[in-house]
């Protein structure tokens, strides 16, 4: 599928996410190794392993999210940002459209947990001391188009989406 292609599946296949972007010229991005698709479709892990989070950590992070807004965005969200940038530091840069129905996480406060929980000492304590932290933070699930133009990291919870590179795309 050309990049053409993949933006006519995302205008019929993601009506809701585009409803709530729209008239935007906002974009979620994620960065990600697809061996240069141009398009791809995939479906969201229910048990993502932590990339550099201690797991321990990570488990209570994702029992936190679970216990406060019914998803388990930790380890069945899929990571992405408004900020193409950010997003490149971690692979290739796709613009990502969920498809169907969807929820969002974030926090204006964190652009990456991870990097928050370094810069603040957390990955060297209890799992209890981050979710307390967390907290603090002001995690939402409403205003999407502020979450995007924040650069914060966004946590999709879909069952599938759509990836569509970024080059050639204006």
């Not at 296949?13 to 061996?35: H, K, N, Q, V, W």
């Not at 550099?52 to 940002?81: I, K």
Request: aromatic content about 12%; glycine content about 8%.
């Amino acid at each position: 599928m050309d990049i053409e292609e993949g933006l006519a599946k995302a205008r019929r296949d993601c009506l809701p996410f585009l409803a709530m972007i729209e008239p935007s010229a906002a974009r979620l991005y994620r960065g990600c190794f697809r061996d240069g698709a141009a398009v791809f479709e995939d479906e969201v892990f229910r048990d993502r392993k932590p990339k550099n989070m201690p797991v321990e950590l990570h488990q209570a992070a994702d029992a936190w999210f679970s216990a406060r807004f019914g998803v388990r965005y930790r380890g069945a969200g899929l990571f992405c940002t408004g900020d193409a940038v950010q997003a490149a530091s971690h692979g290739d840069v796709y613009r990502i459209y969920p498809v169907g129905g969807f929820q969002f996480c974030w926090s204006p406060r964190v652009k990456d947990l991870h990097a928050w929980c370094d810069e603040n000492g957390f990955l060297q304590k209890s799992p209890d001391a981050l979710t307390n932290a967390l907290a603090g933070l002001d995690y939402r699930e409403d205003d999407l188009a502020e979450a995007l133009a924040s650069g914060s990291e966004i946590m999709v919870a879909c069952k599938r989406y759509l990836g569509v590179k970024t080059t050639g795309v204006a």
